[in-house]
């Protein structure tokens, strides 16, 4: 579905992607780890118009969406939920969900808006609880929920996750990891996640791939990425595994 | 149910050249950060992983021989720390100059699956009873179609080489469905039951799997009258994985190349030149997923030519053609590769100064011979008898217990053989 030929990207005169290629699946959920600054973000906003690409090719079934904005790609079904849960913090949930909904809202009307909201509140319970709440008094899971919501909102075939643990009790993290498998299971949504918890991710994971630098030094099935020992090491730090299990 | 991962077996080949560029650039990626033999030729010709943006690009790349292997013995070319090898095994090629392979846990992994796949695509299945009759420990083959057929849940019979009456007695006893061996060893099996007045009908046999060596149709011929079984071909080489690198299918037109996990090149071994689809040529190896010893353009010094023509199996994969030359001076003798270089080592041990010889390879029946000839010169015993005769036999002994078999050794004239021709194989592969 989505496919990635030799992108490199740069900041300033940094280059910061190198030759980057990639492919994820129909229905896959595949992983990108790797430590910090490796690229991995870059890699997510390059996919998303958000990063412009020097030079490779990014395809989406088939077509080349290199250098497409980021608005357009929304409507070819591609969401990105980027990190640090962008979400407007002065409106309340409901009103942050309508707005992620605007596409179909122009597309099929207020009452299949209200519908979609509706199934968002069946997935993310709390957030119906919470709905006349300003979304800047939600806790950080229930943002970063709130935030997944709005960019399932668009009805993506595509969602590009940029570390939705990043700083949530262990609870949450379990409760949105499980959220995002249920996506793939019962809607065949295909999904790119990057994840410090590696572990975690990897668990719900096909594939993955290592980023290092820019590079991808390794691609394989999760599972022989959960057992390969240099990964391990680097990626699947001792406390990581206690917060998971 | 013919296929083990068959969206593995039948991908599209444009998604399988995304997986080949994937893995090829990851492992670029990987042996220029931690192999110092790669850094340093890839650097000769100014060449970095960035540079690398198809498949094309890798025609770029040095080859790596078997010499260079060698040379960076034992570990220089491990690509991982040993502490994440979990298993080691050397080449049957060469022990003065031996060579170490590594695999780690996940190489162990798609070396098993692979020979999953291999022998499901033969036809094993969880139901069948495999009597592995190949040498465990110098050949790393047994291990690969051990750790293979107990993936598919299939009985597995480590009989190793063993007699031939004590096979068959295991094969007529164990109810063996499936025989793991070379193709010679098979055709002196034959013999054996004949020997025992066993009847291959009254055995359960119904597939044989073959390979380390080369043999030719007409041996395969032989081999299905004889033990009443269809006989499929395998290859492998001990640097990649064997078996795993590429089997028959039951089109038995040539051998699909898991080209999931290696990328295949044939070169005019001379040139070095990369040949189009269909020319015969040396087989060149790239590997794309192997961790512990990745190998990037490796000359296998095997001959065989590619074809990319849509195979009836359904399988997508290339097919090469069946092996039976080299572009070397390696002899594979009994499934063992022998050079000319170490003959001329054993008998430089016992004469001093190695003499001028000539190998002769010929296959009896079911059996490689070799025969050692020697030059007669002014230096080497003009007229000495009973020097000569010694000579002869301690030859014998020196070169038969290297080789673990009888070989044959003959003092000639000079003039009876071409010096340019210090290999005569007679073996005639049809
Ligand atoms: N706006 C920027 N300008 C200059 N350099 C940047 C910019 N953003 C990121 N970088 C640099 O680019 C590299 C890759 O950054 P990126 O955010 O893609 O990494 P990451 O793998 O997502 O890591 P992190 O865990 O920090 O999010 C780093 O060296 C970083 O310092
Ligand atoms: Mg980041
Ligand atoms: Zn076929």
Known sequence: MLRLVNVNSNYGLVHVLKNVSLHVGKGEVVTIIGANGAGKTTTLRAISGLQPVAEGQIYLDGKDITGIAAQKLVAMGVAHVPEGRQIFAPMSVHDNLELGGLQVYRRFGRKQLKCEIESMFERFEVLRDRQNQYAGTLSGGEQQMLALAMALMSRPRLLLLDEPSMGLAPLIVKEIFRIIEELQSENGLTVLLIEQNANAALKISDRGYVLETGRIVLEADAEKLLSNPEVKRAYLGREQREIWE | ?430
Not at chain 2, 14 to 37: C, M, P
Not at chain 2, 84 to 96: G, K, M, Y
Not at chain 2, 273 to 296: M, N, R, W, Y
Not at chain 2, 305 to 330: L, N, Q, W, Y
């Open chain 2, 1 to 430: 149910m013919p296929f083990w991962k068959q969206e593995i077996e039948c991908i599209d080949r444009e998604e399988l050249s995304q997986v080949q560029l994937e893995g090829l650039q990851a492992t670029l990626n990987r042996v220029y950060k931690n192999v110092r033999h790669f850094r340093k030729i890839f650097r000769e010709i100014d060449f970095v992983p960035e540079d690398l943006r198809s498949l094309d690009d890798l025609k770029r790349l040095p080859f790596l021989t078997r010499k260079d292997l060698g040379k960076n013995y034992p570990y220089d070319l491990f690509a991982v720390p040993l502490r994440e090898v979990v298993r080691l095994h050397t080449t049957s090629f060469n022990f003065d100059e031996p060579i170490v392979i590594g695999f780690t846990r996940n190489d162990m992994i798609n070396w098993t699956e692979l020979t999953a796949r291999n022998l499901f695509a033969m036809g094993v299945t969880k139901d069948d009873v495999l009597q592995v009759a190949l040498n465990f420990g110098s050949m790393s083959g047994p291990f690969g179609f051990q750790a293979g057929a107990e993936r598919i849940g299939a009985s597995v019979i480590p009989m190793s080489g063993g007699k031939p009456a004590e096979q068959v007695k295991v094969m007529r006893d164990f109810k063996t469905t499936v025989l793991i061996s070379t193709p010679t060893a098979a055709l002196r099996l034959a013999r054996a039951m004949e020997e025992m007045d066993v009847d291959p009908h009254a055995l359960v046999l119904k597939l044989g799997v073959f390979g380390s060596e080369p043999w030719g149709e007409s041996m395969r011929a032989e081999i299905e009258s004889r033990l009443h079984i269809p006989a499929a071909d395998t290859y492998g080489l001990t640097e990649a994985f064997v078996p795993g690198v590429a089997w028959e299918c039951p089109a038995k037109n040539g051998l699909h190349l898991a080209e999931d996990h290696f990328i295949a090149e044939v070169i005019d071994p001379a040139t070095g030149d990369v040949l189009p689809p269909g020319s015969e040529g040396e087989l060149v190896i790239t590997t794309i997923s192997k961790e512990a010893f990745p190998l990037i353009r490796f000359k296998t010094g095997d001959i065989t030519k590619i074809d990319e023509a849509p195979c009836s199996c359904g399988r997508t994969h290339c097919r090469i053609s069946r092996i039976f030359s080299r572009c070397d001076d390696v002899m594979i003798l009994r499934g063992v590769s022998i050079t000319p270089d170490q003959i001329g080592r054993i008998l430089a041990r016992i004469n001093g100064s190695a003499p001028v010889f000539q190998l002769v390879v010929e296959r009896n029946d079911d059996a490689d011979q070799l025969f050692v000839r020697i030059e007669i010169s002014d230096r080497f015993f003009f007229d000495e008898m009973k020097k000569q005769r010694r000579f002869v036999e301690e030859v014998h002994k020196a070169v038969s217990e290297f080789l673990g078999w009888e070989v044959n050794v003959r003092l000639v004239e000079s003039g009876t053989f071409d010096h340019n021709k210090q290999v005569l194989d007679m073996r005639r592969f049809v």
